[in-house]
């Protein structure tokens, strides 16, 4: 087996800058990737639209994202006080008194699960603020808490960014308690006053949360959203923030109970031009619904090309709450979720081409109840003993069949057409024990697997361990403890070229030491 040292990093940067030039000449303008949102109408025959489809690519702020894996999400604010999921509006500020607060242990406890990232309610439907915003006498500077100097979103930015942690916010549209609520452009600048503050006061804001909730019955109060000025105001004052759910850079996965879809896509078609978010359809920009079981097949594309529409880069959120509740109540506290449970959620989201953002709410103490801590040390330890070691990182790798060079950008070339299985094969000098495999797309490129299976080498034959639909930004396998010096990864069906899937980064084996025991197939 010849050892494959493709200098990747390097040659890509040539291509990419080869093919800069040669768009700029405008001979390859129709091949050039789209961080953008790329048109798709009736004209578009099935082979044009795969083509568009494999060109579709996140943007800068995307792949950071991405990169994060796993946030957590911390409701905290009046309900944790009223022992309710939502607020009336009504309550007294006095109520909100956390006796031990203390953001450092919250970082602290989530940094243990492995957590990168942390997103706090800072208003949530009932409008109590976590902030003294200058735009509501109801926030905690009518509290008692801290004399009315405290500012919770303050001591969690500077908490995250002590800790390492991304800090984003969350912010509710829809507010129970804002008596310019249903007057809309009076509420719309009243949001982004309070939108202002937050991004301006507490640093480098990693992402903006925008839930779709909003229980106003036939008989409530109407607010037209101004998302266009929101979103604006965003791009202005934070341009790295990624704008989630309502917004046009992450999607809601379309459920709260941590599952994802087998086939889970990043390349969105959806319907019209509009990114501003349906109000009808909560989870998403309008033209989509975020709860379909399909958002992504070539099916589904052509069904929308033949409507009009466009395709965009718009990856999968996994929001799902450790406990039965996303706010703190003492009736849960024997009822966070059991390790398995969120390794399960952990392995079909992080490893299901999704960003896993799992809800820790504090409690009244504004601490992180010790059941909780001693789930996520336990899970975090759970996975650092698994991905500690690489097992492919020394072998070596050949990447052959059609699609066997750097796919770049062009989705068509080698690799496209009918026939295109192409294959990785990873060789050791030793026999290595595995039940976990991970497979990334280099998503810089877009996401285009449809279908592949792994392998192992039995000394005979190829004997398949296990076969998936898509992969994007990775996808975590585990199966029963597999020994081999041999794997092979095939690519079975694919929107244009692979480019090599290539060990350390794109393809890993590891060991999860408490499932040794499984037999071997
Ligand atoms: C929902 C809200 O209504 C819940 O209270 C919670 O904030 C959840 C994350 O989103 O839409």
């Known amino acids: 087996m010849r050892a494959c040292r493709p200098g990747k990093a390097g040659r890509l940067a040539l291509l990419a800058a080869g093919l800069g030039l040669l768009s700029a000449c405008g001979l390859f303008a129709s091949l050039d990737p789209a961080p953008g949102p790329v048109a798709i109408g009736p004209a578009d ?20 994202w991405q990169a994060l894996e796993f946030q957590a999400f911390i409701h905290f604010g009046m309900n944790t006080f009223t022992d309710r999921e939502w607020g009336e509006g009504t309550e007294d500020p006095e109520l909100f008194n956390p006796t031990d607060f203390s953001a450092d242990q919250w970082v602290e406890a989530v940094k243990a699960a492995g957590i990168r990232g942390l997103i706090v309610t800072a208003k949530h439907h009932d409008g109590f603020c976590l902030w003294p915003s200058r735009f509501t006498k109801h926030s905690v500077k009518s ?9 919770v979103v303050g001591e969690v930015a500077a908490a995250c960014r002590k800790g390492g942690l991304a800090f984003g916010v969350y912010l509710s549209p829809w507010d129970r308690h804002e008596p310019t609520y249903g007057d809309s452009p009076k509420y719309n600048e009243h949001f982004k006053s309070q939108l202002r503050e937050l991004l301006t006061q507490y640093g480098e804001i990693s992402e903006v949360w925008f839930d779709g909730a909003c229980g106003e019955g036939p008989n409530g ?19 790295d ?10 999607r809601w996965i379309g459920n709260e109970a941590g599952v994802t879809r087998e086939s889970e896509w990043s390349v969105i078609p959806v319907v019209g031009q509009d990114d501003a978010p349906s109000e009808t359809n909560p989870g998403g ?4 619904d975020a709860q379909a079981p399909d958002l992504g097949s070539m099916a589904r594309i052509a069904e929308v090309a033949k409507r009009g529409g466009r395709l965009l880069w718009y990856p999968g959120q996994v929001d799902v709450s450790i406990r039965p509740g996303w706010f703190y109540h003492a009736a849960e506290d024997d009822r966070v979720k059991p390790l398995d449970q969120l390794l399960d959620i952990y392995y079909t989201s992080v490893g299901g081409n999704a960003q896993l953002l799992l809800n820790i709410p504090p409690d009244k103490r504004g601490r992180i109840h010790e059941n909780d801590v001693r789930r996520l040390k336990e899970l975090g330890d759970r996975l650092r003993a698994t991905f500690a070691v690489n097992l492919a990182a020394d072998g070596s790798s050949e990447w052959s069949g059609k699609g066997a060079k750097d796919a770049g950008p062009d989705p068509a070339g080698p690799g496209s057409g009918d026939d295109r299985e192409i294959a990785g094969t990873y060789g050791f000098d030793r026999p290595k024990l595995f039940n976990v495999a991970m497979i990334r797309e280099n998503i810089r490129f877009g996401q285009r697997v449809e279908a592949f299976a792994l392998d192992a080498w039995d ?8 076969r998936g639909t898509t992969v994007g930004y990775q996808k975590l396998l585990r199966f029963p403890t597999v020994e081999t010096d041999r794997v ?9 070229q692979v480019s090599p899937i290539l060990p350390p980064a794109g393809f890993g084996l590891f060991m999860d030491p408490s499932r040794l025991s499984l037999p071997a197939r």
């Open 285 to 288: 920009i309008a033209g989509l």
């Open 143 to 151: 509290s008692p808490w801290r004399g009315g100097k405290g500012d």
């Open 221 to 239: 109060k109407k607010q037209v959203y101004d998302w266009p000025g929101y979103f604006a105001l965003i791009r202005e004052l934070q341009p």
């Open 45 to 64: 025959s099935l082979a044009g639209l795969e083509a568009k489809a494999a060109r579709v690519v996140p943007s800068e702020r995307q792949l950071r």
């Open 241 to 250: 923030a990624v704008i989630s759910i309502m917004g046009p850079d992450a």
């Open 488 to 496: 092979r990864l095939r690519i079975l069906k694919a929107r244009g």
């Open 459 to 466: 000394g005979k034959d190829w004997r398949e361990i296990a």
